[in-house]
């Protein structure tokens, strides 16, 4: 196994680090004894075959499945016990390998939802949506629209998602975790099921996301071409057991991996 | 009166400083940017135009000088062209979506020290093909994203340059004198701007247009339609294109009308529900398309709703056109129609944005009669112009009120059109171009001795409506043997607009007569053979038999008298034709994946049948080799009939026997 050493992309201080975590579902080992850390600013990819532990890995991040062993800590600050609410609360945003939007609303209502967290007037207030609630959440739709022209989604604006092809529809669900603004961005497989071109839209805004917010993003992906051009740094998980890390160009060369994604002989 | 203001300012940076002060507090550019339209009166456009026009100065662009524009429809791309006018610069206008190579040919070609682009996409492009552009020095770009961490020693954002400028024309008097003197010395014999055309045949050429040709080429429409500052109109066109650089740039600034830019190419219709243009251009594609959806989205409605929208659009197919005419109608007719446009019409133009529009125009390409209709039987002022780049566009257009969907209006007041002895259409007008730029032959080609400009097109005037009729490519216009004019592409639209005629061919060019080899519509001929009967067991078995024959016969003669009323196409009747065995397809390579016939190579594959054609022979025997669908090969052979047909009685026509 290798730790990262030396690498070049100025990753900035360590943002969440995972020490000798393990999370067992009865007697199987989703994850065993994974250490890791994300940096600031980074594109972090966490690969590997089905089975892997890869979702598994990212539920525990934002705090959705609680390890029995092992140390997490974000921003520096370990934790205890954390529910998704506290992660999203803390700054840590996500979406999912399905796309779990409202289907029934419309994009613009969905980025909107968003922005939940980041309302401070309280129920009543939202329920007159007069003088200090409405200026609130005029800002709020200021930075919804924002969103809205970095993603290039304005025609479907005002369209119900349910209506939409899959690949926008995985558009929005990226704009709804952005307009939480947050620090880390979870992202399980934001390319599954799309063409070429999806791929390439949304591998352009993965990248700009990083770049224009400053963003640190986590990424599952299977798309091996696709996670090598994007990320900095790569997980490989096989198991549940961590099997290489480093960048794309040391985890493609570890022998470890070669064997994992295409099999040894027994 | 707008003309003569206009008669006196002889540059559009010249327009521009009368409109800030005639339409100061007037909206002149709006654009959808998160959401909401901005808006920017003339007086605010007038400063931020001379504002970037110092900026660019102090980066050093100057008079003579090329600048090229890219990107889609947007208010600081419009400055652009404004900015560069007011220095002497010369816009260079280029299509947002050509490929690299293609814009680096037009960028080398008119030598641009400058560009003027969109965004990081734009940017990457121009970037890429750098070697290939020795001198270009800086590149300007509207949309900031995606672009922090490019080297900007070349690159700087708009809104710098205009914010820089600003700054440099406040604190500096001089400066602010010396940019007033430099719009004021611009003339109108200046060249204005260079509009590359987008170039079927071989390399693209840049036509250029003189600042008083265009102003006055605009000034004519201006007052033809009789638009002015209350206009408003939706800049969704291509740049690039003449259409935009005319219908929105030069006649806004002509009329001071006001220009919404849409939020992105994929909301352009939805933000002209919001905006509810009073102009309106749109090629015959995008009529279609707006048509279809219309219709899809009435199959989903009630019953109810759909009978009622079904009555009243067979009301207007009766009455609405001769009501947008000012013809007389029936009282009672005219009571239903307003009935109707309560209930259905006035609906169904505010779902297209099309509510508040006086003008509209479609123009490119032939549009089918029932499309054209039924767009005017609603109440829409839709019409009909011809034109080109090197017209600065208008040549003729259809006057309010003379709506013929055949022929293309009347020649615009101050054009000068003549139909030379090949047929060829020619021009002298007011916008007329320079000549292309660095390229003196091809100007010398498209001039003739006397002054004209060789369009390329065939066509004639109309001598029933004294309108222009286009009919064809004047390369692809022949003559029969006797001297008539042949122009298959006008009998084939003909035939083609028979829903029974899905295809057709016509030869004639240095023959005796026209014979046509036509192809049926499987639906139309289908469901007309169903309801009477005719049993068939394939497209083959259908095309040949003799009532279907019989039935198309009645269509070919029917465009046989169509042509006899047109004492030019006249001799060019339809003496005999066939109906080929198979449909024309494109894996055969009989046409092009677009659609269109392939005449010489259709010739070459049915030697046997043009021969029987002409040779008097009743039926002829072909075997051709077809591919099907998966690739594989096979012959298909039959003994196709051919059948004479009458023509109709021609005045002036030598008369030949058959």
Same mark, same amino acid.
């Given at each position: 196994m290798r730790s990262p050493t030396g690498h070049e992309i100025a990753a900035g201080d360590v943002l969440l680090s995972i020490e000798d975590v393990s999370l067992t579902f009865g007697g199987v080992k989703a994850v065993a004894g994974v250490s890791f850390d994300i940096r600031k600013g980074e594109i972090r990819a966490i690969i590997g075959p089905n089975g892997a532990g890869k979702t598994s890995m990212l539920n525990v991040i934002n705090g959705f499945y609680q390890p029995q062993h092992g140390r997490i800590a974000f921003k520096g600050k370990a934790r205890a016990r954390m529910r998704p609410y506290d992660a999203a609360r803390g700054g840590i945003a996500r979406t999912f390998q399905n796309v779990a939007l409202f289907r029934g609303m419309t994009a613009l209502d969905n980025i909107m939802a968003g922005r939940t967290l980041k309302m401070h007037r309280g129920f009543f207030w939202q329920l007159v949506r007069f003088g200090p609630a409405l200026t609130e959440e005029v800002e709020h739709r200021h930075r919804v629209e924002e969103i809205i022209d970095f993603l290039k989604i304005q025609a479907i604006r005002k369209v119900p998602v349910g209506k939409l092809p899959y690949g926008l529809q995985k558009r929005v669900e990226l704009g709804r975790a952005l307009a939480m603004e947050p620090d880390l961005l979870l992202l399980d497989?934001?390319?599954?099921?799309?063409n070429l071109e999806e791929k390439e839209d949304m591998s352009r805004f993965i990248l700009d996301v990083n770049d224009h917010y400053g963003t640190t993003i986590a990424l599952i992906e299977h798309d091996i071409g696709v996670v090598m051009d994007l990320s900095d740094r790569v997980l490989v998980l096989d198991h549940g057991i961590k099997i290489a890390d480093g960048t794309p160009a040391e985890v493609q060369a570890d022998q470890a991996v070669i064997d994992a994604y295409l099999g040894v002989a027994h | 009166m707008a003309t003569s203001a206009a008669a006196r300012a002889d540059t559009f940076p010249k327009l521009l400083i009368r409109n800030a002060g005639l339409?100061? /507090?007037?909206?002149a550019y709006r654009h959808k940017d998160l959401g909401i339209w901005q808006v920017w009166t003339w007086d605010e456009v007038l400063a931020q135009a001379r504002a970037y026009a110092a900026g660019l100065s102090r980066l050093g662009l100057a008079r003579g000088d090329t600048i090229a524009i890219v990107g889609s429809n947007r208010p600081r791309l419009y400055w652009s062209v404004m900015a560069a006018q007011m220095l002497g610069a010369i816009p260079v206008p280029v299509y947002a979506d050509a490929v690299a190579d293609e814009l680096a040919y037009v960028l080398a070609h008119a030598d641009v020290r400058f560009a003027a682009v969109e965004d990081q996409e734009q940017v990457d492009k121009i970037l890429s093909v750098s070697d290939r552009l020795p001198k270009l020095e800086q590149v300007v770009y509207d949309e900031p994203r995606g672009l922090r961490d490019f080297d900007h020693s070349r690159l700087k954002a708009i809104d710098d340059v205009i914010r820089e400028g600003g700054e440099a024309l406040a604190s500096d008097a001089v400066f602010d004198q010396w940019l007033d003197r430099e719009i004021e010395k611009g003339q109108g014999s200046d060249r204005s701007i260079i509009l590359y055309t987008s170039g079927t045949t071989g390399q693209s050429k840049g036509v250029v247009l003189s600042a008083i040709g265009c102003i006055n080429a605009a000034s004519d429409t201006v007052a033809f339609d009789k638009l002015d500052a209350r206009d408003e109109a939706l800049a969704y066109l291509p740049l690039a294109w003449v259409g935009d650089h005319y219908l929105n740039y030069a006649q806004a600034l002509v009329a001071g009308f006001c220009l919404a830019c849409p939020e992105s190419a994929d909301t352009a219709m939805a933000d002209m529900k919001e905006i509810g243009p009073t102009f309106f251009f749109a090629p015959p594609r995008v009529f279609e398309q707006m048509l279809t959806r219309v219709m899809i989205r009435m199959e989903d409605a009630s019953s109810l709703k759909q009978r009622l929208f079904h009555a009243c659009l067979g009301l207007a197919r009766r009455h609405g056109e001769k009501i947008l005419n000012g013809e007389r109608v029936p009282l009672a007719a005219r009571a239903l129609y307003a009935l109707g446009e309560l209930l259905v019409y006035a609906p169904l133009k505010n779902v297209l944005g099309l509510s508040r529009v006086r003008v509209a125009y479609t123009a490119g390409e032939a549009i089918g009669p029932d499309l054209f209709s039924f767009y005017r039987s609603i109440g829409l002022n839709l019409k009909q112009l011809y034109g080109q780049t090197e017209a600065f566009l208008y040549l003729t257009a259809q006057p309010d009120g003379k709506i013929y969907s055949d022929t293309v209006g009347s020649v615009m007041p101050n054009v000068d059109l003549r139909i030379a002895e090949s047929g060829e259409v020619l021009f002298k007008s007011p /916008?007329?171009?320079? /000549?292309y730029f660095k390229d003196e032959a091809k100007t010398a080609e498209v001039i003739t001795a006397d002054g004209y400009v060789k369009t390329g097109d065939a066509g004639f005037i109309d001598a029933k409506t004294g309108h222009l009729k286009i009919i064809d490519r004047a390369k692809d216009v022949g003559h029969l043997n006797d001297g008539s004019l042949f122009a298959p592409k006008y009998v084939e639209n003909k035939l083609k607009f028979y829903p029974n005629i899905r295809e057709a061919v016509v030869y004639g060019d240095k023959r005796d007569f026209v014979c046509a080899m036509l192809n049926i519509d499987l639906t139309a001929v289908g469901d007309w053979a169903e309801r009477n009967n005719i049993v068939y067991g394939s497209y083959q078995e259908l095309a040949a038999h003799p009532q279907v024959y019989e039935l198309l016969a009645r269509n070919v003669a029917e465009v046989n008298r169509s042509l006899a009323e047109e004492k030019v196409m006249a001799g060019a009747q339809i003496r005999r034709f066939l109906i080929l065995h198979k449909e024309l397809d494109a894996d055969d390579g009989e046409v092009t994946r677009t659609q269109k016939v392939r005449r010489s190579f259709v010739a070459e594959r049915y030697a046997p049948l043009i021969n029987a054609l002409y040779d008097g022979s009743h039926e002829a025997d072909i075997s051709t080799e077809v591919t099907f669908e998966d690739g594989r090969k096979g012959s298909l052979s039959a003994r196709v009939k051919i059948r004479d047909v009458a023509t109709a009685p021609a005045p002036g026509a030598l008369e030949k026997a058959a």
């Open positions: 497989e934001p390319m599954a099921g799309m | 339409y100061a /507090g007037r909206p /916008g007329q171009f320079i /000549g």
